[in-house]
């Protein structure tokens, strides 16, 4: 068979049998790709890419037994020739980095539509790098953000600070996205950023936090944070 005709042969590696029957139905409409075979985690991944040989394995990160990166790993000691697709829920800079850096070749949002991920299939088994465009985005903001130097003693940055009060404020993401004049996703990476910063993940401890810190107050006096610079 020519390479031109030849399908494109693919492994699935999810702990969840929904994401993989979902997977599997997904990748079924498309003539040129062709699921071989599934792994419940990253050891069971390692020996059925072994016996199949894929092209491609696509899979998650966050697995019992053997996570994504390990997997990655050994897979490039291993079976260097296979082209692995991270398909997952994360999205920041710190996983991208982790995946490319251990080597896969691309990194899909779970969100993405499956036209979106049948791209990254097709371009990582030319060897090509992939990165779907709502991640990239997300991993530019917290770069461009890092460079607010945030510190132990303060560990968010300026733009953190104002998404945090605004939060804090009981505005919804599309009211603070509307009041910092930036898109709405970026706030939600703001605000999955700050939670993940401080180790906070409610509301309720949120503005807790802005309290203690004199982030706001509950005299009506201005919070003390600094003014809007010209950042994402």
Same mark, same amino acid.
């Given at each position: 068979?020519?390479?031109?005709? /030849?399908? +494109?042969?693919?492994?699935?590696?999810?702990?969840?049998? %929904?994401?993989?029957?979902?997977? #599997?139905?997904? &990748?079924?409409?498309?003539?040129?790709?062709?699921?071989?075979?599934?792994?419940?985690?990253?050891?069971?991944?390692?020996?059925?890419?072994?016996?199949?040989?894929?092209?491609?394995?696509?899979?998650?990160?966050?697995?019992?037994?053997?996570?994504?990166?390990?997997?990655?790993?050994?897979?490039?000691?291993?079976?260097?020739?296979?082209?692995?697709?991270?398909?997952?829920?994360?999205?920041?800079?710190?996983?991208?980095?982790?995946?490319?850096?251990?080597?896969?070749?691309?990194?899909?949002?779970?969100?993405?539509?499956?036209?979106?991920?049948? /791209?990254? +299939?097709?371009?990582?088994?030319?060897?090509?790098?992939? %990165?779907?465009?709502?991640?990239? #985005?997300?991993? &530019?903001?917290?770069?461009?953000?890092?460079?607010?130097?945030?510190?132990?003693?303060?560990?968010?940055?300026?733009?953190?600070?104002?998404?945090?009060?605004?939060?804090?404020?009981?505005?919804?993401?599309?009211?603070?996205?509307?009041?910092?004049?930036?898109?709405?996703?970026?706030?939600?990476?703001?605000?999955?950023?700050?939670?993940?910063?401080?180790?906070?993940?409610?509301?309720?401890?949120?503005?807790?936090?802005?309290?203690?810190?004199?982030?706001?107050?509950?005299?009506?006096?201005?919070?003390?944070?600094?003014?809007?610079?010209?950042?994402?």
């Amino acid at each position: 068979m020519s390479s031109i005709n /030849k399908k +494109i042969s693919v492994l699935l590696v999810d702990d969840h049998p %929904v994401v993989r029957k979902g997977l #599997q139905t997904c &990748l079924a409409r498309h003539d040129n790709l062709k699921v071989v075979g599934e792994a419940c985690d990253g050891i069971e991944a390692l020996a059925k890419a072994k016996e199949l040989r894929p092209d491609v394995m696509l899979t998650d990160i966050s697995m019992p037994r053997m996570d994504g990166i390990a997997l990655i790993e050994a897979m490039r000691k291993e079976m260097p020739s296979v082209k692995i697709l991270v398909l997952s829920v994360h999205a920041n800079k710190d996983y991208l980095i982790k995946i490319l850096k251990a080597g896969a070749l691309g990194y899909v949002s779970k969100e993405a539509p499956p036209e979106v991920l049948c /791209k990254a +299939i097709q371009q990582v088994n030319n060897g090509q790098k992939f %990165v779907s465009p709502e991640l990239a #985005q997300s991993a &530019l903001v917290e770069i461009a953000d890092d460079n607010g130097t945030p510190t132990a003693a303060n560990p968010l940055t300026e733009r953190e600070q104002q998404v945090l009060v605004l939060i804090a404020e009981g505005k919804s993401n599309k009211e603070i996205a509307s009041a910092l004049d930036i898109g709405v996703r970026t706030i939600e990476t703001h605000r999955e950023r700050i939670m993940r910063r401080l180790d906070i993940h409610s509301v309720a401890g949120l503005t807790k936090y802005a309290l203690t810190h004199g982030l706001i107050t509950l005299d009506g006096n201005p919070p003390r944070i600094p003014p809007p610079k010209d950042i994402p």
